[in-house]
């Protein structure tokens, strides 16, 4: 039977898209060129919905939604578009096409209140789980959780939920302390690391939590003032930590001598398993008076690449990227002019650094020239020396949101806005929305795999990959969203996780 299905699928022009990536086909035979996978045939624009069954945590069921990027007559869909996930093929009984960036699961975390779904992150064991902070009454699946108010305010509490392979929800823990989850990061023995702004009691500042993989805090380190804004968390391969923020005065974790008493600076700190601090160090470049830190992430090397912006002594305003080696030392440093602002950095397996940030006006790009007059997107992949390898602009207005890098180097791309142009086509919100939640896959040379859209003010702020190349995004809602066919309504702000097929 699976050898009637793959020559069914080979007659079809079937291909799976992960395969073609793995096998590194491109052009008429594999995954083509800058559109969708393509199994031959001139690449044409096709757009529209996808109507199809996306199943949810609340038994609603939904659509496919995905657009394949300039896909041909196959691509991964050797249907019209429209039909790809609803239509059986009749040579091919019991076979349903597949489309990239199809919903496969979603859930919605209802409240009375409102929550916020801040970061996404996947376990080695193919485990997946979110973090950010709610006040209210919140439901996870069955599940509730209440806080509470206090004279003067609102209660506003972290929380961590993991699922398992198959979308069941595990566990759910809810910190005892105000806090909001900020960021999330897996070690290798499954525990959740959790990068938290404490809030109260005094004083306020940044914390770290892991939880384990039966939702049980293991310790704890609380630390800085209402001056500190933790950003960012990672593991390295010995199990260390990883955490990145921004301080104006004293640190203030146990052990750190860092103090920043005339202006706030990025900083960078490393800890053992247990959370003792193995070294710190400012990642404000020399020639900057401030500097504020926007993403962390980790190369297959344990070197520590952070991205962040401020005032230089001269009076300009320039991003930056830094890269340390595991012991501190500094390996790279880039400008980058202002106005692109950067939002994300990414890191694949080949060490390759892809920057993701917008920009508005006209500025000077490694010898090039831009002018936009709405916010317009820019990706740029770098060698691990900081040599440029590519770039792409994407007109909107457009502000990135989320970035991830699957393990066969495809980059999953999340931006909030208007309209997202593409090559071929323009994406634009539907169902009298004026504004959407995008989503943009490329390859690791940059050509385009698919983009997709999710009407409603829905703002994506985690993504994350599994080991199969599935996309987990987290984010939140406000009125309306459109999950293709299926409709999600709150009259709070609501914490939203969406899977989607590679």
């Not at 791309?413 to 995008?438: K, N, Y």
Request: glycine share 14%.
């Amino acid at each position: 039977m699976a050898a009637a299905l793959a020559a069914c699928g080979a007659r079809s022009g079937l291909l799976d898209p992960l395969q073609s990536e793995i096998s590194g086909e491109s052009g008429s035979g594999g995954s083509g060129g800058s559109g969708g996978a393509a199994a031959g045939g001139s690449a044409a624009s096709t757009g529209g919905k996808v109507g199809g069954g996306a199943a949810s945590a609340s038994g609603k069921v939904g659509g496919g939604g995905a657009g394949v990027a300039g896909s041909g007559q196959a691509g991964a869909c050797s249907l019209p578009l429209e039909d790809c996930l609803a239509v059986e093929q009749p040579e091919c009984p019991g076979l349903r096409p597949r489309c990239e960036g199809r919903i496969e699961f979603h859930e919605v975390f209802e409240t009375n209140g409102y929550s916020y779904v801040n970061d996404v992150a996947t376990g080695p064991s193919g485990r997946a789980a979110i973090t950010g902070y709610h006040f209210g009454e919140t439901f996870f699946g069955s599940r509730h959780f209440t806080t509470d108010s206090f004279p003067g305010g609102r209660r506003e509490v972290a929380f961590v939920v993991s699922f398992d392979t198959a979308h069941a929800l595990e566990w759910v823990y809810q910190d005892p302390e105000q806090s909001h989850g900020v960021a999330l990061a897996f070690a290798a023995n499954g525990d959740a690391l959790v990068h938290a702004r404490h809030l109260a009691p005094s004083p306020t500042g940044a914390g770290i939590f892991p939880v384990n993989t039966l939702g049980q805090q293991l310790w704890r380190k609380d630390w800085g003032t209402s001056n500190l804004v933790p950003v960012g968390i990672a593991v390295d391969n010995d199990g260390h930590v990883w955490s990145t923020g921004n301080v104006y005065g004293r640190l203030g974790y146990p052990g750190s001598d860092l103090d920043a008493p005339t202006a706030q600076q990025g900083y960078l700190l490393q800890t053992d398993s247990a959370g003792t601090l193995l070294q710190e160090l400012f990642i404000t470049p020399p020639s900057y008076g401030v500097s504020n830190v926007l993403d962390l992430q980790l190369d297959a090397e344990d070197a520590v690449i952070t991205i962040g912006e401020g005032d230089t002594t001269d009076g300009r305003f320039s991003s930056f990227i830094r890269k340390f080696s595991a012991s501190g030392a500094p390996l790279l440093l880039k400008e980058l002019e202002a106005p692109l602002q950067l939002s994300r950095v990414v890191v694949d397996r080949r060490r390759r650094i892809t920057l993701v940030g917008s920009f508005q006006g006209t500025f000077e790009h490694e010898g090039s020239r831009f002018e936009s007059d709405v916010p317009t997107l820019l990706v740029a992949q770098y060698s691990s020396e900081g040599e440029l390898l590519w770039r792409k602009t994407y007109a909107g207005p457009l502000e990135p949101t989320a970035a991830a890098v699957d393990r066969f180097d495809n980059l999953i791309i999340a931006v909030a806005g208007s309209a997202l142009a593409l090559r071929d086509r323009l994406l634009v919100p539907e169902h009298g929305s004026s504004e959407a939640a995008f989503v943009l896959k490329l390859r690791a040379d940059g050509s385009e795999v698919w983009a997709r859209k999710l009407d409603g003010a829905v703002t994506l702020r985690g993504a994350a990959t599994d080991a199969s190349g599935r996309i987990w995004l987290g984010g939140n809602f406000d009125g309306e969203a459109w999950l293709d066919e299926d409709v999600l309504s709150s009259p709070n702000t609501t914490g939203l996780l969406v899977q989607l097929s590679p």
